[in-house]
């Protein structure tokens, strides 16, 4: 790298978001440098499952802004011209309760509205969805039969190939550690291999987005959590149709009431045959990779209680990264007050399915300093949160925590 | 099983066995585990009787005495046990050691923990590397000490440094015809001259060493400076071998190839820090060029960037058998201090005859290294289709497509092409594709990085999870 290189855009973080900001920036013929501190997908997008899921968005605000995106994959591929394994698949959510039923029953009416199918299915027409399922001893079901998973890693890399042909500057294991502002306006970013001169910065930083905020003054209200995943080998036990999970958690306890992983039962088969298993979340605003020494045990006996089977697959790998969420269960993407040039575009709920729109939204941004796709007001850094969203809500104290891994 | 004690230390090899034994002396209480069945590691691999003959040797006078130690000593001995994982119970404040036994699961917990997990075979990519028949100078040992199996009758040794000697010898005593030894290096004599203070002291090593020349010599087998092995064919296994003069870059000299009939190539070139723990538990990292790797950064006593977590031998960098006794002699040393079993009056520190000797043996390791480099240009012997990942079946390929999307690190390259992610982790394909990408840039081997490393490192049901921990559950 030049000691001082120039460029239009400097995009700092390459998760899936920054690599699409990088490939729609590019394309439209901006000068771009994309810095990451390690390697491309180091935090969340790269621990991911790659589930273009539309049936959990934020339900006051975000159905545009979802929809749009998720229509964007029927074209992706031809247009990144790289497979992604994209396919169509349906998820179905078990729910052992009533009152499970009580917390999703506003989204079932929603949804199918804005052209999301979302419906409850009693406990007998559930093996008709899922044979491998008992119903036994469940209250129902939620049943969501038009979603997606592609793999998260290509993707990204679907994005940044593009961007690559396109002119990107890849600066991977390049730690950003200051910005750079004269008189209100953002003149580049400092990093552990020396100065990038650029107009403008973006931060799609996810996790590390209020650290970085802080260098700067702002507090953005974006809180993390580890989550934890694990995936098995080749397993011809067990065939799945759907990506299955439970409403049902568990708390496991790993130090005192405030520490606790808080794990529900996801579980997904790849075209390979393997099973991804998830998620444990841990929350607290720590931005480590290491996984605990309850996630792989938790992870275990939920996956088990759902399919016994599962006991006799063996586990390859275990891993966590931190995520993200905000209270009222938006993504933060706009220009910063007070700093020209800075925009924000972090904490999508579900990344993958906004990928897409994400650069749409920041190109739009930068080429006419406004989004006309939809109506990214709601989304401002600067709102004042109100908690909306009671599902992303952690309290500290065991049992108030409610997840929904819809 | 859930059990606490003072010190665990993972690996019985020479370093791991001296410093429980070490440990032990000073009065702390030790646990010393191992995945294989008797200790000794790779180094001391315990000969079955019948191979009892050469018994009198340096090496074995050396383990003998160590066995005799570890016995009478107070450490706890866990064989055939697979530490899976390494995690830290913030609620204990201690270090948690997930086992996997036969018939147990169980794991143990302790405020320090001495990694000593030693080396592995470093194997280089070639056209055929990776048919049957073809193994590494470890695997070949193995086969002959642990199983009294021969791995060939006419078989063709290939790779860089002193180990290959040792499976020749082993070879030609269990009565297979060595073909000829062939070591990459071509410049080793020169190398070695400089190097010859290094080499001052070092009796016990050479009489060992020239042990496996006499062996060879009688057995008349040609040992070839500055060549290699280039290709191996065969059906269903190996049965031909192509072999080349190498330049000093290590591109193989037209005109100089020889084809040969074997049914066994034995390959190692040098030897790869076992490293997985410390990438694992996100140990602070260094590059040693000796190596091409990324080693753990280590203070004094040896101990990483982790409170109490500390690494002694191989695992933390090429160096031999006495070094990690050396090294593992300190840190038990000072984990004793540590604990609070050495008093004030004894106040802690390192002898100068243990400077002397850590001094001494590093100089060794040092000229090992400098002398057995492999030339880059045996890490282009690789063709289109030539198998890269051998768990996820990757070609090079697919390697090189990684590369043109721009991946700049083994991570984007894994990421892309699943190389790394079976169940090995990488341990053979990541110091391959690190090389690969390196060369295909133009840039330093170390700005390929190295592959994560997450638990479980060996394979594991979900039941074996299960069983292994029973935290309380609420909710």
């Known amino acids: ?406 | 099983m859930n059990t606490k004690t003072e010190l665990v230390v993972i690996g019985a090899g020479p370093g791991g066995i001296q410093a429980a034994v070490t440990a032990a002396k000073f009065g702390v209480d030790v646990t010393l585990i191992d995945s294989s069945f008797v200790p000794g590691g790779q180094y001391y691999k315990q000969l079955p009787k019948e191979f009892l003959k050469d018994n009198k040797n340096h090496l074995h006078k050396k383990a003998e005495f160590l066995f005799t130690e570890l016995k009478r000593s107070s450490v706890h001995v866990f064989m055939n046990s697979v530490a899976w994982g390494i995690f830290h119970n913030p609620k204990s404040g201690l270090w948690q050691v997930k086992l996997q036994c036969n018939n147990c699961s169980s794991q143990i917990e302790a405020p320090i923990i001495i990694i000593a997990t030693g080396a592995y075979d470093r194997s280089i990519a070639f056209p055929g590397w990776n048919l049957p028949g073809v193994m590494t100078a470890g695997a070949a040992q193995t086969m002959i000490k642990n199983q009294g199996i021969l791995p060939g009758k006419r078989a063709l040794l290939s790779g860089s440094g002193p180990l290959q000697l040792a499976a020749a010898a082993n070879l030609v005593d269990a009565g297979a015809e060595v073909i000829a030894v062939l070591e990459c290096g071509s410049r080793l004599l020169r190398k070695g001259i400089s190097h010859i203070p290094a080499v001052w002291g070092q009796w016990g090593r050479m009489h060992e060493g020239l042990g496996y020349a006499g062996t060879l010599v009688k057995a008349k087998v040609p040992y070839k400076l500055g060549w290699s092995v280039i290709k191996a064919m065969g059906n269903e296994k190996v049965e031909e071998v192509v072999i080349a003069k190498v330049d000093e870059i290590g591109k193989p000299i037209k005109g100089s190839i020889q084809t040969h009939d074997v049914d066994a190539l034995i390959v190692g070139y040098g030897l790869t820090p076992s490293t997985e723990f410390f990438r694992l538990l996100n140990c602070e990292m260094k590059f040693s060029p000796s190596e091409g790797i990324y080693i753990p950064d280590r203070n004094e006593y040896f101990e990483t960037s982790l409170p109490g977590i500390f690494a002694v031998g191989d695992c933390a960098g090429i160096g031999g058998a006495e070094l990690a006794m050396v090294e593992a002699k300190i840190t038990a040393k000072r984990i004793a201090w540590k604990l609070g079993h050495v008093s004030n009056d004894q106040s802690f520190k390192i002898e100068s005859s243990e400077i002397r000797a850590l001094k001494k043996e590093q100089r060794f390791a040092k000229m090992l290294g400098q002398v057995f480099t492999i030339p880059q240009g045996l890490f282009k012997l690789a063709e289109e289709d030539t198998i890269i990942c051998r768990c996820e079946q990757v070609t090079l390929s697919e390697v090189n497509k990684a590369i043109s999307y721009g991946a700049q690190s083994v991570t984007d390259i894994k990421t892309i092409t699943r190389s790394g992610m079976g169940n090995c982790q990488g341990r053979t394909c990541g110091t391959i594709l690190a090389q690969i990408l390196a060369a295909e840039l133009g840039k330093p081997v170390e700005t390929s990085q190295f592959l994560n490393i997450r638990p479980p490192v060996h394979p594991l049901l979900i039941e074996q999870i299960e069983e292994n921990a029973q935290p309380e559950v609420t909710g």
């Open chain 1, 1 to 406: 790298m030049k000691k001082s290189a120039t460029y239009d855009v400097i995009i700092v973080g390459a998760g899936v978001v920054g690599c699409s900001i990088a490939y729609h920036l590019t394309k439209a013929g901006y000068h771009v440098a994309l810095v990451e501190q390690k390697h491309v997908g180091t935090g969340a997008s790269g621990a991911n499952f790659g589930m273009v899921q539309s049936n959990d968005v934020e339900i006051k605000h975000s159905i545009p802004m979802v929809l749009t995106s998720y229509s964007r994959f029927d074209t992706l591929e031809d247009e990144l011209e790289m497979s992604v394994e994209f396919r169509r698949t349906a998820s179905l959510r078990l729910l052992s309760s009533e009152s499970q039923w009580e917390n999703s029953k506003e989204r079932s009416v929603i949804l199918p509205k804005a052209g999301i199918p979302y419906e409850y299915v009693p406990p007998e027409r559930i093996p008709e969805l899922e044979p491998e399922v008992d119903p036994r001893g469940l209250f129902g079901a939620t049943y969501a039969s038009y979603q997606g998973q592609v793999n998260p890693l290509l993707l990204m890399w679907a994005y940044l190939r593009k961007a690559n042909q396109q002119g990107l500057d890849l600066l991977t294991y390049t730690e950003v550690t200051g910005f750079i502002i004269h008189n209100g306006a953002i003149k580049g970013v400092k990093t552990s291999k020396g100065d990038l001169v650029g107009g403008m910065v973006v931060l799609a930083t996810a996790a590390w987005t209020r650290r970085l905020g802080k260098l700067i003054g702002y507090d953005w209200n974006i809180h993390t959590f580890r989550a934890s995943a694990m995936v098995t080998e080749h397993f011809p036990g067990l065939k799945l149709r759907n990506i299955v999970t439970s409403a049902d958690h568990i708390e496991t306890e790993i130090n005192g009431p405030d520490d606790a992983e808080l794990t529900v039962m996801a579980l997904t088969q790849t075209p390979e045959g393997n099973f991804l298993i998830a998620q444990a979340d841990r929350p607290g605003e720590v931005l480590d990779s290491v996984i605990s020494h309850i996630a792989p045990y938790a992870m275990s006996i939920m996956a088990t209680q759902f399919f016994p089977v599962l006991r006799k697959a063996r586990i390859l790998r275990t891993w966590t990264a931190p995520t993200t969420y905000t209270e009222d269960g938006m993504p933060l993407i706009g220009f910063v007050n007070d700093v020209r040039g800075l925009i924000l575009a972090a904490s999508f709920r579900s990344a993958i399915v906004n990928s897409p729109i994400a650069g749409e939204i920041v190109t739009q941004l930068i080429d006419q300093g406004y989004c006309d796709i939809i109506d990214i007001k709601p989304f401002s850094p600067q709102r004042k949160m109100e908690q909306a969203d009671a599902v992303y809500k952690v309290k500290t104290s065991q049992s108030s925590t409610e997840k929904n891994l819809d």
